[in-house]
């Protein structure tokens, strides 16, 4: 077994770029070559290999084909004939990562106490590992009940289907994700006004406009960016809400509201008050199949142009202009975002208001506008319900016994998922000491240094990753290295009702292991091998086809590399007549009405406001703290090239922009005597940073636009745990800050 502590840890990293597999550490620095190793003999031959990419965790995703020669890969490119393509600068840099001498590769545990500062690692085999986890997690379980332990993954998405099947086995109601900050405050709002998750819909050939509420495709989804620029060149017309001038705004809009960042609900209440006053509301479909009008009617009719231009900073006339051409041009879709407006302390009203748009307007589950129904049984995960024991979690009483319940009962009703904001307050308090942690981040949440303390806190926590990253690792007790997405097979890649099965093109590196191999054998080693397939990941996936119950088996997608089409599938128009909506079969919606809820019976059942009410953000403008800190602080927005804390250690990327970067307006730089390259301090009440600035007219005057992830320069030190009490969702999108050259 080999002993290595920090120092000699760094020596293991220079000579893994000589042998090719080893262990290393992530160092924020660029030391990159390829280890002999990526490359193979030029006269073997090539064999070309499906797969996808997972390079932006985003799903689903581009497909990629892989010239393999010798087990190395050596060339990566888009894949044809594949719903999601082509690749971006991450996708091609995804052979830097995979051939990274930087990788995690064998399980390591620690051998200094935490309150070091850095962690000293030595070197153990999987058995030992597993069975450290069993007797470390099983131990917390005696003492302190199953729920104490918590299982997580961050942003990646594939294995969540087999991490919640592992919570539930072992009767832990802890299970929960990135998607606490991510995307699920959208969907759970279109849940409250039409019953169905939704983001939204690409415009199709029949669409006449589309609604682009704060989406960046054009950088973080350029897959996406492509169809939309293609409906824009047939004559779609598009309306985009943004505070920036992106790429999508320049490449798409025919109108930009160029709105404050955190006013979108007084944005929204405008837009639906000018379709109300313009008439152009679909009378018929509002009569029938919403409830609450009239008091919507009621509320948004303060909202004039005038007064919303004074809240928002969008121009009356340019408000009036884009309800009227959004309006006019029907069918039209809409577009939201997991993120960008979301990450406010108003999303869980103002995000229903956008959905109420394409509701008001007639445009649901018509063709080329927003469609609704059941799709297949996958989660955005490419997992079941039933895979994922959701019958077990109800059954034995999971519900009740939640962390969270009472901090977020809306987020609760909606998902069998804890809402995570509050882990260090759950670790204070004592409720959860212990976790296995997927692809965990610190810098992922808002006042980054109270979660590395609960992470800290924990009796116990082994993560699993391909790299080892001091910012959260230095505070676990044990690291798995986790197969990249080529080395591994894992849910399926589903595009409505086409399946991509992937399956690993080359062998891992070193002794990783695949997620999904990982979590099944840590269940194994609990105790619970039959239901963890005794780690084999071929058995899992052919048992979570199973559950789909459309009589699908792995040898199906095996038989079909260019997807497997599921036959069957209702593409009727409006099946909210036909009850093709609800479980009961009944005419109408699946909300508590049976109808649009332009006035939420959940949200008033649950003791909150059931209209879609404007709040001011907490940290805003208008609050007192706005004296010492006048700019608005935008931060997350994304970047083409890099993934939240991920790939910034990939020379192709890396150049885009080495440092971490404050993007501010000419007027805001000149006033504070900034100069282009300067480097600067970023502060409000909560911390600061120092990064390098770039004057652009990208953003506002008023507003800062920065990345999150640098582990340099967090830039979570300064945004506030003021969760949207709804949602729980931070608000990312809208601090204050100021800032100084240093
Ligand atoms: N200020 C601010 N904060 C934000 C946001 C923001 O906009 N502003 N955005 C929020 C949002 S929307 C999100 S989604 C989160 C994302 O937050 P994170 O979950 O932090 O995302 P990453 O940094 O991509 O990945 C976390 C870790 O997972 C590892 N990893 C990646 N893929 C895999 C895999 O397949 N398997 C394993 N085992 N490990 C893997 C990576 O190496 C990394 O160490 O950040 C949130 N935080
Ligand atoms: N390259 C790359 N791609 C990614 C990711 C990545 O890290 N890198 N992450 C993936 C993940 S997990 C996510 S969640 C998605 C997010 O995907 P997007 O939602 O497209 O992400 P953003 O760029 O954060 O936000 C979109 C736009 O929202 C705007 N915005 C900011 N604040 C506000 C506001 O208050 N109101 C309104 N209306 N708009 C606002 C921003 O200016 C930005 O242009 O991207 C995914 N794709
Ligand atoms: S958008 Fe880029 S990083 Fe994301 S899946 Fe596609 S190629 Fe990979
Ligand atoms: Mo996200």
């Known amino acids: 077994m080999t002993d290595i502590s920090r120092r000699g840890f760094v020596k293991g990293a220079t000579a893994a770029i000589a042998t090719g597999v080893g262990v290393g550490l992530s160092n924020g620095g660029i030391n990159f070559l390829y280890p002999k190793e990526a490359f193979a003999n030029e006269d073997s031959p090539i064999e070309k290999k499906y797969s996808y990419c997972d390079m932006c965790n985003h799903v689903p995703k581009c497909g990629i084909i892989a010239s393999v020669r010798e087990n190395k890969i050596v060339r990566v490119e888009s894949r044809d004939k594949y719903p999601s393509t082509p690749l971006c600068a991450k996708g091609i840099a995804s052979l830097q990562e995979l051939y990274d001498p930087h990788r995690l590769t064998v399980p390591m545990i620690r051998t200094n106490t935490k309150d070091a500062s850095a962690a000293e690692w030595k070197q153990i085999s999987w058995d ?48 929960g994700t990135e998607s606490s900050v991510c995307a699920a405050a959208s969907w759970m709002c279109a849940q409250m006004v039409f019953g169905q998750n939704s983001m939204g819909e690409n415009p199709s050939d029949k669409s006449a406009s589309c609604l682009v509420w704060s989406l960046n495709a054009a950088w973080s989804q350029p897959n996406r960016y492509g169809v939309l620029y ?49 008439d152009l509301i679909d009378k018929d479909f509002v009569e029938t199949w919403t409830h609450g009008f009239e008091e919507l009617k009621t509320y948004v009719a303060s909202f004039t142009p005038e007064k919303v231009e004074e809240i928002t900073w969008v121009e ?22 997991s993120k960008g407006g979301c990450h406010t302390t108003n999303v869980g009203h103002f995000q229903r208001a956008v959905f109420m748009i394409p509701a008001l307007l007639g445009n649901l589950d018509v063709p080329g506008g927003l469609p609704l129904g059941p799709g297949l049984p996958f989660d955005y995960a490419a997992s079941t319900k ?19 319940r009472e901090d977020f009962p809306v987020w609760a009703k909606y ?43 924990l009796e116990f926590s082994v993560a699993i990753d391909y790299y080892l990253r001091p910012v959260t690792h230095d505070l676990v007790d044990m690291v798995l290295p986790a197969a990249m997405c080529y080395e591994r097979s894992a849910a399926f890649a589903i595009f409505g009702r086409k399946i991509f099965l992937r399956e690993p093109v080359v062998t891992p590196a070193g002794e990783a292991r695949e997620d999904w191999r990982i979590i099944l054998e840590i269940g194994t080693a609990l105790g619970y091998g039959e239901q963890c397939f005794n780690g084999n990941v071929d058995a899992a996936l052919e048992e979570l086809l199973a559950t789909t119950r459309l009589g699908i088996t792995l040898a199906d997608l095996r038989a079909n590399p260019q997807g497997f089409e599921v036959p069957g599938g209702n593409k009727d128009p409006k099946k909210y007549e036909a009850g093709g909506l609800r479980p009961d079969k009944q005419p109408g919606f699946n909300t ?151």
């Open 230 to 278: 293609r409906q824009k060149e047939r004559g779609c017309k598009f309306v985009v809400v943004d505070p920036r001038i992106t790429p999508t705004v320049t490449g798409l809009a025919d109108i930009h509201l160029q709105l404050r960042p955190g006013s979108d609900g007084a944005l929204a209440a405008g837009f639906i008050n000018q379709l109300i006053v313009q």
């Open 415 to 457: 998902y069998k998922m804890m809402q995570t904001v509050k882990l260090p307050e759950y670790v204070e308090q004592g409720k959860i000491r212990a976790g296995v942690l997927l692809g965990v981040n610190s810098m992922m949440w808002p006042n980054t240094p109270l979660y590395k303390k609960a992470i800290r806190d």
């Open 128 to 175: 030992e590992a597993y069975a450290t986890i069993a007797e470390k997690l099983n131990g917390v379980k005696q003492r302190h009940g199953a729920d104490a332990v918590l299982f997580f993954c961050g942003d990646p998405k594939e294995p969540r289907g087999a991490m919640q099947r592992l919570a539930t086995l072992f009767g832990s109601s802890s299970y």
């Open 592 to 742: 508590p009405t049976g109808k649009v809820e332009l006035k939420s019976r959940v949200l008033e059942d649950l003791g909150f406001e059931g209209l879609p009410v404007y709040e001011e953000p907490l940290h805003g403008p208008l609050s007192a703290d706005f004296k010492d800190y006048p700019l608005i602080l935008n931060t997350g927005s994304r970047l083409p090239y890099y993934t939240h804390s991920k790939l910034r250690d990939l020379p192709w990327l890396n150049q885009f922009m080495p440092e971490p970067v404050v993007r501010l307006s000419p007027q805001d730089a000149h006033a504070r005597g900034l100069n282009q390259g300067d480097a600067a301090r970023v502060f409000n009440h909560q911390g600061e940073v120092t990064m390098k600035v770039e004057i652009t007219n990208m953003v506002l005057p008023g507003v800062v636009d920065i990345f999150h992830g640098w582990q340099q320069a967090d830039i979570n030190l300064l945004t506030t745990r003021d969760f949207d009490p709804i949602s729980g969702f931070p608000p990312f999108s809208n601090g204050l800050c100021e800032v100084a050259k240093v």
């Open 386 to 404: 039933a895979f994922q024991l959701e019958d077990v979690y109800e059954a034995e009483g999971f519900q009740q016994r939640r962390h969270d």
């Open 316 to 337: 009356a006339a340019k408000l009036v202009e884009a309800a009227r051409l959004i309006g006019e041009n029907k069918p039209g879709t809409l577009l939201t975002s």
